[in-house]
């Protein structure tokens, strides 16, 4: 198939799907206005959305408003504009899902499926991705803001435009080569991720036990080092427990964990451990907490916040933010089937007790910090 048959084949397959699984949307966030005040004045941002994998893929429009049609399925729409403002969030990471130039063994069944069908893979389709961020930001340019730094996310938000921010998922979308890393950062990326779901030339992923007790390499060591030196965040979700170690052991800048969950709540191998999220914290890194069921292992909204809070009394109050995964292949816990059910993380939030700064930090401030700590 050529291009555009390719992705005619795969929007008209998406909308075939969508139309025979119509309804049954997600239910009103049902919290009172007190709540909802304090959760639109909050700046909410998430730390790692994948809606960009949509877009690039099947032409989602980001603008437009959408149902998603499949609560309890992988595949639906969790996030688009209209519904990022009616749930509050103002910004998020958009993460860039890029098909490997080289598929290994270990990568999971659905994503060799799509890099066999994608001819632009690993730089080519990061800064191709890029250019589907910012043409949407410009084509949109009242409602959203393609943004490099911390600052500008601030003035995006300030300005009631949403605030995305790139980062890319897994070090294979600037292969080997330093000199990538500078191509995609004048295009605007400002995170990348060490690995995804197979071995990349920095680091090793968690979810692959036969990597265990593997650290950085040698290029992920000068990648960590670089990435620091131009002001691009290092997230470390993904990578496995000795990759991470050995990663603590080299920032001097803070950094993120972009997406993962509480382990010694629900046994999950990309969930992070007590020591881990103490380490993270004392190093000055933010974890975003993923709301997927496959991370949380509790029912609803109460389970997810019951992550939050587990890892304010392990790391601190200023270690944790949100790492949705919406769009990313995940079921999300009930009550989060999509954005606009955030306004009931804050409700949780209130009624157990938690004090204006402490939802205010891990709604936003503690992610917007970081980036801008080390991106201006
Ligand atoms: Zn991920």
């Not at 779901?197 to 680091?203: D, L």
């Not at 949780?348 to 936003?364: F, N």
């Given at each position: 198939m050529n291009e555009l048959t390719r992705r005619r084949f795969l929007q008209s397959s998406a909308a075939a799907a969508g139309a025979l699984l119509a309804g049954c949307g997600p239910e009103a966030p049902q919290v009172s206005d007190d709540v909802l005040a304090l959760h639109r004045d909050a700046r909410v941002l998430d730390l790692h959305l994948d809606t960009l994998l949509s877009m690039r893929l099947l032409g989602y429009e980001i603008a437009s408003r959408h149902t998603n049609r499949l609560p309890r399925s992988p595949?639906?729409?969790?996030?688009?504009?209209?519904?990022?403002?009616?749930?509050?969030?103002?910004?998020?990471?958009?993460?860039?899902?890029?098909s490997p130039r080289e598929v290994r063994e270990e990568l999971m069944a659905p994503l060799r499926w799509l890099a066999r069908l994608e001819d632009e893979r690993g730089i080519d389709q990061t800064l191709l991705t890029l250019d589907v961020l910012d043409e949407a930001a410009r084509r949109h340019a009242d409602e959203m803001r393609f943004c490099r730094s911390g600052s500008?996310?601030?003035a995006a938000m300030d300005e009631g435009r949403f605030a995305a921010f790139a980062g890319l998922e897994g070090s294979h979308g600037i292969e080997s080569d330093l000199q990538n890393v500078h191509a995609a950062y004048q295009r605007g990326l400002r995170m990348i991720g060490l690995t995804h779901?197979?071995?990349?030339?920095?680091?090793y992923p968690m979810t692959v036990a036969a990597f265990d007790g593997r650290g950085l390499t040698p290029f992920g060591r000068d990648l960590v080092a670089e990435m620091e030196r131009m002001g691009m965040v290092v997230d470390l979700a993904h990578v496995n427990e000795a990759g991470v170690e050995e990663a603590l052991g080299l920032v001097t800048r803070p950094f993120v964990v972009s997406h993962t969950a509480c382990r010694a709540l629900f046994d999950f191998r990309r969930n992070l451990s007590d020591a881990q999220i103490r380490a993270v914290a004392e190093r000055g890194g933010v974890i975003g907490l993923c709301l997927a069921r496959g991370f949380v292992g509790r029912p609803g909204?109460?389970?997810?916040?019951?992550?939050?809070?587990?890892?304010?009394?392990?790391?601190?109050?200023?270690?944790?933010?949100l790492g949705s995964d919406w769009d990313g292949a995940i079921v999300p816990v009930e009550g989060l089937g999509d954005v606009t059910g955030l306004p009931r993380v804050t409700r949780?939030?209130?009624?157990?007790?938690?004090?204006?700064?402490?939802?205010?930090?891990?709604?936003?401030e503690n992610a917007l910090r970081v980036l801008t700590e080390v991106c201006g």
């Open positions: 595949i639906s729409w969790h996030m688009d504009l209209p519904r990022a403002r009616e749930g509050g969030l103002d910004g998020a990471v958009m993460g860039l899902v890029i500008e996310m601030r779901f197979q071995a990349s030339s920095a680091a909204v109460e389970g997810f916040v019951d992550h939050i809070e587990h890892a304010i009394r392990v790391g601190g109050v200023d270690c944790v933010a949780v939030m209130l009624e157990r007790g938690h004090s204006e700064s402490v939802i205010r930090k891990a709604l936003g």
